[in-house]
């Protein structure tokens, strides 16, 4: 069975880091294409990063350019967002998704505020 736990959210300040990670199950990280998402209320789903399973390649929003980094952890069976230079609107829930068995994490609550 396909199973997407997340931790790691927390409340920081702005300027703070945190680093979210993706425990998987019933499938390897290494060989599917891996995303964080967010949302924050009232809002559609938004698109933060994404690492390829074929090459070591990412990929991310303009928001978070720079700020943030997705990586994996094949050991592990873990994908990771590090989060740095946090600010108030990175607030959201963060959710990691796997595409290929289409199926979401339950979520995990960042909120940056001083």
């Known amino acids: 069975q396909v199973q997407l736990v997340e931790s790691g959210g927390d409340l920081v300040q702005p300027g703070g880091s945190l680093r979210l990670s993706c425990a998987a199950s019933?499938?390897?990280?290494?060989?599917?294409?891996m995303s964080w998402y967010r949302r924050t209320s009232g809002k559609e789903r938004e698109l933060v990063a994404t690492?390829?399973?074929?090459?070591?390649?990412?990929n991310y929003a303009e928001s978070v350019k720079g700020r943030f980094i997705i990586s994996r952890d094949s050991a592990k069976n873990t994908v990771y967002l590090q989060m740095n230079s946090l600010r108030p609107e990175d607030t959201a829930v963060y959710y990691c998704?796997?595409?290929?068995?289409?199926?979401w994490g339950q979520g995990t609550q960042v909120t940056v505020s001083s």
């Open positions: 019933g499938f390897t990280v290494r060989d599917d294409h």
């Open positions: 690492i390829y399973a074929t090459t070591i390649g990412t």
């Open positions: 998704y796997v595409p290929a068995y289409a199926r």
